[in-house]
Structures are given as structure tokens and as C-alpha cells.
């Protein structure tokens, strides 16, 4: 019994931290991306089960981005389009940035913005919608190998992946 309202104690302390993890969630309700927020269950209890892994996001950091490009190996086209538009290098920096950015606990008009002028870059340079999910699938499945814990965060995690596909596909 001892031990039941030890761990039920210290099980307290952890929600407790968690629920003073300051997150918002602002999109003008006029918007597609609002509605497509709610259809997905994107909400502030999602943002809280981010917010909880940014330490864990901040170690694996390296290793997130590195795969995300060593990934590309499967399709030298793609290593191609960087080179021609871009580098390696410069793009791990600003995917760096993006994937810091997913678990701040922050989603705003300046957040979805961001993510539509993304896609607008991305379209410029021909890059195609299956190798844009790929992309999002094998950095996915790293997160959930690399950070997550719990059953929450895998589910936070992908559904702020499904909200991010959804602005690139607009
Ligand atoms: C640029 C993220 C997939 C190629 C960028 C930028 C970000 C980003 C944040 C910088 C935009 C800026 O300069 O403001 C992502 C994310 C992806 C993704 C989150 C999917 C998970 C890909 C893929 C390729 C790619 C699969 C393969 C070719 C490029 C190139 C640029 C770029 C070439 C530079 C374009 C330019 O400066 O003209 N990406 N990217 N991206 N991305 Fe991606």
C-alpha cells in the first residue's frame, strides 16, 4: 500500500508539471486550419504532450535531422534537388528550427504561415507530394523510436505530423 501512494504521489507531481507547461493554440476559426485542428483532436492537451518532450527532442536533436537526410539515400533524386537548390548543411540548420518549433507548445497565425510559405518553397522546386510524405513518415517513425515515452506522446506527435502534411498539401 506503501508503495501504491508513493508512485500515486509522485504520478501526481508529474501531471501536475506537466498542466504548468504554458501552451496556446490560436487559428482564426474562419480557416480551413481550424477545422481541420479540430477534426484531428489538435488541442492544448496535445501541445502539453510535446511540450513534455522537448528535452528529450533537444538531446536526439543531431540525430533526428541526420536520419531525416540519410533517409534521402534511398532516392538520389532528391539529394540531387538539394545540391541544385540548396545544401545539406543549410537544410539541416533550418530543419533543425522546424522540428525544435513542433514542440514549443506553440500554434499560431505565425506558426501555420510559416509552414504554408514552406510548402510554397518546396513547390517551387518540383518536390512531389509522395516524397514529402516519406519524408514526414521516416522522421515519424525516428521520433517515436528516439523520444516518446508514452502511447500520448506518439499520438501528439503524430497528430501535429498530420496537421504539418496538411499545411504542405493545401
Ligand atoms: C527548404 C523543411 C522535406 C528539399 C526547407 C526549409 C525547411 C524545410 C524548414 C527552409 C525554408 C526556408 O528557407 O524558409 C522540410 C520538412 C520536410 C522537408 C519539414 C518534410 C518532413 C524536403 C524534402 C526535400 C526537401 C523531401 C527533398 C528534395 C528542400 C530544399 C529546400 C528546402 C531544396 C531549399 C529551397 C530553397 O531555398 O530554394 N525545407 N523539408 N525538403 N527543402 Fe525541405
Known amino acids: 500500500m506503501a508503495w501504491f501512494n508513493r508512485s500515486k504521489k509522485s504520478g501526481d507531481v508529474a501531471v501536475l508539471e506537466r498542466e504548468e507547461v504554458k501552451v496556446s493554440i490560436s487559428i482564426d476559426q474562419d480557416t480551413d486550419f481550424y477545422r481541420q485542428s479540430k477534426m484531428i483532436h489538435l488541442n492544448e ?94 522522421l515519424q517513425d525516428k521520433m517515436f523510436e528516439r523520444v516518446a515515452e508514452t502511447i500520448d506522446q506518439c499520438r501528439a506527435i503524430a497528430t501535429m505530423i498530420s496537421f504539418e502534411q496538411q499545411l504542405v498539401l493545401e
Open 45 to 138: 492537451q496535445t501541445l502539453r504532450n510535446l511540450a513534455s518532450l522537448q528535452a528529450n527532442v533537444e538531446t536526439h536533436i543531431d540525430e533526428l535531422v541526420d536520419s531525416f537526410y540519410a533517409s534521402m539515400d534511398h532516392a538520389p533524386e532528391l539529394l540531387a534537388m538539394i545540391e541544385q537548390h540548396s545544401t545539406i548543411d543549410r537544410l539541416k540548420q533550418t530543419l533543425h528550427k522546424h522540428i525544435i518549433e513542433m514542440f514549443e507548445g506553440t500554434i499560431d497565425d505565425a506558426f501555420i504561415q510559416k509552414r504554408v510559405k514552406i510548402a510554397h518553397i518546396h513547390a517551387s522546386i518540383g518536390l512531389q507530394p509522395k516524397w514529402y510524405l516519406a519524408a514526414y513518415s521516416a
